[in-house]
Every structure is written in structure tokens, then in C-alpha cells.
């Protein structure tokens, strides 16, 4: 895709009645792995099915690869989809499942079989699973054979919505590492989830909306430095927190410093953090002061979010 945006919007807007879903979104989305964050109602669901082809914008434009979504079939034969919701037929097994998709999107029933074989092996569903029917499978094992139909025809963009519902923290490890695997090896991914610390360690880019607008994009570091009105800070547990924090206070790269020489610690209101990282180390080891602990505050994806959103 030579670095070409994947997604392009254009005063996008999507309305229900007198409801809206997006309000004039413009964006572009690179190939790699974008996150989209934002509170129940914000338009992210709204996002996704414009972008596969469910809905129609209202107005404003959005393209995939250089085309509408909205019926148009070839495009949509190069999208995954994984949606929130389920409606796997449990009286089939998963094998079954996918052999039929695979059928629809023109494999010969060999091929499919192969296919759906080496899709539920990526997924990692158990072996044992594979003969019992998908009406008994837990929330974590169905979520694994969405993820797996959305990846039987090898699409070039995979839309998911809340794919780590219902799996345990070893799951959730392993769904991350085969969507990496998957983006490693070309696929663009556009991934929503409420379980924003998997973002922050997943993602290249988010996409933060509140109520059908983006309030915020870009990677994580860009889109924290752009908050001017919330000082970065930094808090250091060190053996003489007093000394280190006059050192670093008539640096003149701090607004201020909250000092607590009994549990040993200082943390830092940073004024301004490129120039105050740059020099960070000269300081802290000009101070003679021993370090046990350095934790940077207020900058995780999830303060980022509650911070945009409040």
C-alpha cells in the first residue's frame, strides 16, 4: 500500500432521524493497526458499518483503498469483519461455519475446508473444540471463530469491534499477538475496544470520538502533547527527593514540583517535555541523588481518554 491512507473521510456525517451518528468527521487512517476509542453513543459503531459497506453516509464522503464502501461488492470482498455482536448458528460446527463461507467467497469446498482448517489454528481454538457445536462454546471461543471467518478470505483491511469481549488476560495476549502477526504481514487493522490498555500496547494510531465528532488522533505521544493545558509529570522515588527537586527546579524546565520526603518521593509538573527529557539524564545524574523508581503520570491512553472526554 506504500504508506497510501487506507481509510480517507471527508465531512463524513451520518444522521438517524433527527439523531446523529457522525457529525462532519474528516480523517485518514495509514495501513498498520489504528485503535478507536470513545464512550457508548460516540459513533463508533456508526464508523464501522460505513466503512464495510452497511451504511450509507448521509453526507461527505469516505473511501477505502480509493472507493466508496456502499455497494460495492469487489471492494467489500477485501474487508474482514468482526462485529460485537455474534449470530454464529450454534446448531453448526465451526468448520462447518467456515467451509460455507469459504464456499461464498469462491474457494472450491477442498480449499475452503483447508482454509477454515488453518484460520481456526490461527486463532488458537483448541483441537478438542473443532467437533462440538458452536451453540456450546463459551463467549471467548466464539469470539475466536469471528475472528477467524473475518480472516478466511485474507482480507487487506480487518475491521473489529470489541474483539477481546469475553476472553480471558492469556486470550486477550494472544488475540493482540495474531492481529500484530496479521499487520505485520500486511493487513490494515481498525481495532474498537473498551479495554484500552490492550490499545495502548497494540496501536500505532488512535482515533478518539465523543459524540460523532474526533476530539483526537494520531499516535499516543502526539496526541498528549497536544494537550498544552495539562502539565506532563513525572515522579521520581529516590533516596534525597528535597535535593533532586532543587536540582531540577532551578533547571527553569519545571512549573512546579510536590514533594513527599517521607515516602521518598518527588514528582514533577513538566513545563516543557522535549526540552526537560533532553536534558532529564545531565540533571538527574549531576544531582547525585540515588534512584530507585521513575514512573511517568497522566500520559496512559486511558487518562489521555478520560482527560479528552471529560
Given amino acids: 500500500m506504500n504508506g497510501e491512507p487506507v481509510i480517507q473521510a471527508s465531512g463524513l456525517s451520518r444522521w438517524y432521524g433527527i439523531v446523529m451518528g457522525l457529525n462532519n468527521v474528516s480523517f485518514e487512517l495509514a495501513p498498520g493497526l489504528t485503535g478507536l476509542v470513545g464512550p457508548n453513543g460516540a459513533g463508533k459503531s456508526t464508523l464501522m458499518q460505513i466503512i464495510t459497506g452497511q ?22 470482498a477485501r474487508l474482514g469483519y468482526c ?3 455474534e449470530a454464529l448458528p450454534g446448531d453448526l460446527r465451526p468448520l462447518e461455519w467456515l467451509r460455507g463461507l469459504g464456499l461464498l467467497s469462491g ?12 484460520m481456526l489454528e490461527t486463532v488458537k481454538l483448541p483441537r478438542e473444540a473443532w467437533g462440538r457445536r458452536m451453540g456450546q462454546y463459551s463467549k471467548g471461543m466464539r469470539q475466536r471463530v469471528k475472528l477467524a471467518q473475518a480472516l478466511l478470505h485474507k482480507p487487506g483491511l480487518l475491521v473489529l469491534d470489541e474483539p477481546m469481549n469475553g476472553l480471558d488476560p492469556m486470550g486477550r495476549q494472544e488475540m493482540a499477538q495474531i492481529l500484530r502477526d496479521w499487520a ?41 502533547a497536544d494537550l498544552k493545558d495539562w502539565p506532563e509529570e513525572l ?3 529516590c533516596d534525597a527527593p528535597d535535593r533532586l527537586a532543587r536540582r531540577l527546579f532551578d533547571s527553569g524546565l519545571l512549573l512546579g514540583f510536590d514533594l ?44 489521555i481518554y478520560e482527560r479528552v472526554t471529560a
Fill in 55 to 76: 451504511l450509507q453516509p448521509s453526507s461527505g464522503a469516505l473511501t477505502v483503498f480509493g472507493e466508496a464502501p456502499w455497494n460495492n461488492p469487489r471492494l467489500l
Fill in 83 to 85: 462485529p460485537e455482536h
Fill in 107 to 118: 474457494l472450491t469446498s477442498a480449499g475452503a475446508l483447508r482454509r477454515g482448517e488453518a
Fill in 184 to 224: 505485520a504481514a500486511g493487513t490494515s487493522i481498525v481495532i474498537s475496544s473498551h479495554i484500552l490498555a490492550e490499545l495502548e500496547s497494540l496501536c500505532q494510531d488512535i482515533l478518539i470520538l465523543n459524540w460523532g465528532r474526533i476530539i483526537a488522533s494520531g499516535n499516543q505521544m502526539e496526541i498528549r
Fill in 235 to 237: 515522579q521520581v522515588h
Fill in 260 to 303: 513527599q520526603p517521607q515516602a521518598g518521593t518527588v514528582t514533577f509538573r513538566i513545563k516543557n517535555p522535549p526540552a526537560f527529557y533532553q536534558q532529564w539524564l545531565e540533571l538527574l545524574l549531576g544531582s547525585g541523588v540515588r534512584v530507585y523508581e521513575v514512573r511517568g503520570l497522566n500520559r496512559s491512553l486511558r487518562q
